[in-house]
């Protein structure tokens, strides 16, 4: 997968209702302002720091874990 289709799936599960796509903590004010990273931006910095990991997989995971239960 190419960064701009692993992008736009990001963006397309973080406004998905039925997901759970918070923001996470970063402890560096500097890069994060806020100490908030948002999901996409957290999502795509681990990918691009696993090059093994498997985009598809990885996302298709990440559907599944975050999916809100009813």
């Known amino acids: 997968m190419e960064e701009l289709d692993i992008l736009s799936a990001l963006k397309v599960m973080e406004t998905d209702q039925s997901l759970v796509t918070k923001s996470a903590y970063r402890a560096n004010s500097d890069l994060w302002p806020g100490n908030r990273i948002s999901f996409v931006d957290a999502h795509l910095a681990y990918l691009k720091s696993h ?4 985009p598809a997989h990885y996302l298709s995971n990440l559907r599944l874990m975050l999916r809100i239960k009813p």
């Open 51 to 54: 090059p093994a990991v498997n």
